[in-house]
């Protein structure tokens, strides 16, 4: 099983794929910043868990993806809602609780789906979306499509017992899943090195013949290539397959942790040695772009749309008394 995949891959992109990749990461940052000015405002109620740090994973992951590929993830959602193409107003609404949201209000940060971006949640309890995730494999599987199902969660939920249950289920059948560990070095306040007995988690398939490999997560190029072998993998009849990204999240586990646990010195410098967006950015004067006003006119463009997304989530009425009657299933 190799431990590094940027060992491995020669590790370029054109100048027109890193502006992509850069816009997408982007648009998850200034969008979480926002989500994160809404909720100290009283605007966003519940829990909040931001993707701040993390942006590289998903995008990465969303460069190889073919149509009718599905995303599944844990609670901290927002930033793979967006790299898949979900409108940021109907993510920014949901969070605000209002019926222009992806769920009607009802669901909130934790809770939002797409069927038409194939995307099956956001989903708040600990671990539990991980056999839905090896359940939709075995749906792709079942029906003969060359599907494969991205199934997220932290390097907290890898300690929960229904991890190894669907890990077996998917080797037995050779079911086309891909497991991508958010490493992001603390499960809630934890250390990995306070909860693991074996820190490298891309070996939990270990059991039972599942291959894995550890990706540089701050790196959306590293991922992207790690993205390719591992659904590829799956994609052709090989049975799933684990990545584990080794990122990092600079805000608290949610918007009520004030993570004392870990210094300020630890998060500030990896935003300044290890950001994934500033890593891009320095791709691209690798590749001869140098075009700071450029840069900046994209962002000016991101802080737009998420700008129009804030505005709709709080001008969106709230859901009608009669929703509280409707989708639901016992």
């Known amino acids: 099983m190799p431990a590094d995949a940027s060992a491995k891959s020669n590790l370029t992109a054109s100048t027109d794929e890193l502006l992509q990749y850069y816009r997408d990461m982007l648009l998850i940052r200034r969008f979480e910043e926002r989500a994160g000015q809404l909720y100290g405002m009283g605007h966003i109620g519940g829990f909040c868990h931001l993707y701040i740090g993390q942006e590289a994973v998903v995008v990465g992951m969303e460069a190889v ?3 009718g590929d599905q995303t599944i993830t844990g609670y901290r959602d927002h930033g793979h809602m967006l ?19 992806y769920s009607k209000g009802k669901g909130g940060s934790m809770h939002m789906f797409s069927k038409e971006k194939e995307f099956y949640g956001g989903h708040g309890i600990v671990g ?3 056999p839905l995730g090896v359940g939709l494999g075995f749906a792709n599987r079942y029906r003969d499509e060359k599907k494969v199902s991205l199934t997220y969660f932290g390097d907290g939920a890898s300690n929960q017992g229904q991890v190894f249950e669907a890990m077996n289920m998917a080797q037995l059948w050779k079911l086309p899943v ?23 988690l891309y070996r939990r398939g270990a059991a039972f013949g599942i291959p894995g490999m550890e990706v540089d997560g701050m790196d959306v190029l590293a991922v992207r290539e790690a993205a390719r072998e591992a659904v590829d993998h799956a994609r052709n009849g090989d049975g799933p397959y684990i990545l584990e990204m080794k990122t ?22 990896i935003r300044e040695h290890n950001d994934p967006i500033k890593r891009c950015e320095q791709r691209l004067r690798d590749n001869g772009f140098d075009d700071q006003d450029a840069l900046k006119e994209i962002d000016k463009e991101i802080k737009a749309v998420v ?20 989708d639901i299933y016992a």
């Open 307 to 326: 700008k129009e997304a804030a505005d709709f989530s709080l001008e969106s009425p709230e859901p009608e008394a009669s929703e509280l009657f409707t």
């Open 178 to 200: 891909v497991f991508i560990i958010e490493n992001n070095q603390y499960a809630m306040g934890t250390s990995v090195t306070r909860a693991h007995s074996d820190t490298h």
């Open 83 to 101: 790299a898949c193409g979900m409108d940021a107003k109907g993510v920014m609404a949901e969070l605000t609780g209002r019926e222009g949201g």
């Open 248 to 269: 990092y999240r600079y805000r608290g586990h949610s918007m009520s942790d004030p993570a004392k646990y870990r210094s300020r010195e630890e998060v500030d410098d």
């Open 128 to 130: 539990a979306q991980i």
């Open 65 to 67: 993806k073919q149509e």
